[in-house]
């Protein structure tokens, strides 16, 4: 399907048609996932959500989307149903296990949300509870995040986890740089700028593509070296972790007012343009053979595309006004590229938005589960509404 000549023209009719989409996918699925929390698509051609047992680190990308529903519409029902999701997030809270660097999409995307819109009180606790549970995992002589907690019952995986970092953390430092904002605690604000500026000299590699992972020593904090987890190979540059890192410095640059992250959002973003297809849809690794299957991954499109209007915003702040002009059309094309090719709005059976998200091809492969390679995911879902309402023009959102 290709644009109509009066939606080429007109780009916020368009966007505001998307938006519309969104809303109506969103009140057609809300009584069914009800006080559920969607993590990850049936399969290629499954567009139903399954959902964790009990706890996964997607847990607030539909109450994100809920927030971001309640902040345009000013509906009651969505407010509530976000709010239908704090006895969990307290249970993440009390629970040892959940407890890893996801804090951050978990709580901005919900109590921080919810404060934000309507001052509640009982939300802006919670928020700094997770932030300060957040900034606990802080190794403070490293001047690095810890991102995961291991399970019990094995003790390699638990040893190799030690000293881990991972290019995903960058979008968890804005619930440090709300609390410090509503708190004046500098440490929250340490935690944030010290694991992000040890994420820029150890995980971005000199042409500014990043290691999905990056291990230090727990003993000493020595550098180790870079990992893959859910990337092609070490040495690859998995795409959603390129997204994370644009959108993340973008919003740090923004929060902080340091120039030195927007210049590198925009560095990878430059490392990011040597790679996209003619689609400017990304496929799930930039650096993939071409004799394996070339997944595309819309989740990374559409955290990109939000990005990218968050640097535009950035740099339009320094005055510069033809980069920022330039970056929102290569946010506005990617955005395109998902609505035309990969929406599912208007399928009255999909229960989310985007089709074509690969959450881990090397495990889809590990665990011969098709839907890791090719899915509908929450996440996508969630940036994909974001980066539409940015579009839209929208610039106070949850980070
Ligand atoms: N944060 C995990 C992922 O992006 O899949």
Not at 205 to 211: E, G, P
Request: proline share 3%; glycine share 8%.
């Amino acid at each position: 399907m290709s644009l109509s000549g009066k939606e080429r023209n007109n780009n916020l009719e368009y966007f505001e048609s998307i938006k519309n989409d969104i809303l109506r996918s969103i009140e057609r699925n809300a009584p069914i996932i009800g006080a559920r929390n969607p993590m990850i698509g049936g399969g290629p051609d499954d567009f139903t959500w399954t959902y964790p047992e009990e706890y996964f680190w997607t847990d607030s990308f539909w109450t994100g989307e809920l927030w971001l529903a309640y902040m345009i519409t000013g509906q009651e029902q969505y407010k509530n149903m976000g709010r239908m999701r704090n006895a969990h997030l307290q249970k993440i809270l009390d629970t040892p296990l959940w407890l890893n660097h996801d804090l951050g999409f978990e709580f901005s995307l919900s109590a921080v949300a919810d404060y934000k819109l309507t001052g509640c009180q009982e939300a802006k606790q919670l928020g700094i509870k997770a932030a300060e549970a957040l900034r606990s995992r802080y190794n403070w002589n490293g001047k690095y995040i810890l991102a995961w907690t291991a399970g019990s019952g094995n003790k390699a995986h638990a040893e190799s986890i030690q000293g881990k970092i991972i290019i995903d953390c960058m979008q968890n430092l804005a619930l440090l740089l709300w609390a410090y904002q509503e708190t004046n605690i500098e440490s929250f604000k340490e935690a944030a700028i010290g694991h992000a500026d040890t994420t820029m000299e150890y995980i971005v590699r000199a042409d500014y593509s990043t290691y999905h992972t990056y291990d230090f020593d727990p003993a000493t904090n020595k550098p180790v070296g870079g990992k893959t987890h859910q990337g092609y190979a070490d040495e690859s540059c998995w795409s959603r972790g390129q997204a994370w890192a644009i959108h993340g410095y973008a919003q740090l640059a923004l929060m902080t007012g340091d120039s030195k992250y927007a210049d590198l959002s925009e560095k990878l973003t430059a490392y990011m343009l040597t790679k996209i297809t003619d689609d400017f849809v990304p496929v799930w690794d930039y650096l993939l053979p071409d004799d394996e299957i070339q997944y595309k991954d819309t989740s990374a499109g559409a955290v990109t595309s939000a990005g990218l209007y968050i640097l535009a915003d950035v740099v339009d702040g320094y005055g510069e006004k033809e980069k920022a002009k330039n970056y929102r059309e290569l946010a506005t094309k990617m955005l395109v590229a998902l609505r035309e090719n990969y929406d599912l709005t208007r399928d009255e059976s999909a229960q989310g938005l985007l089709s074509d998200s690969a959450s881990s091809v090397p495990h889809a492969k590990l665990r011969d589960q098709e839907n890791l390679a090719n899915a509908m995911l929450p996440y996508g879902d969630y940036y994909y509404f974001e980066a539409v309402l940015r579009a839209l023009g929208h610039n106070k959102l949850f980070w």
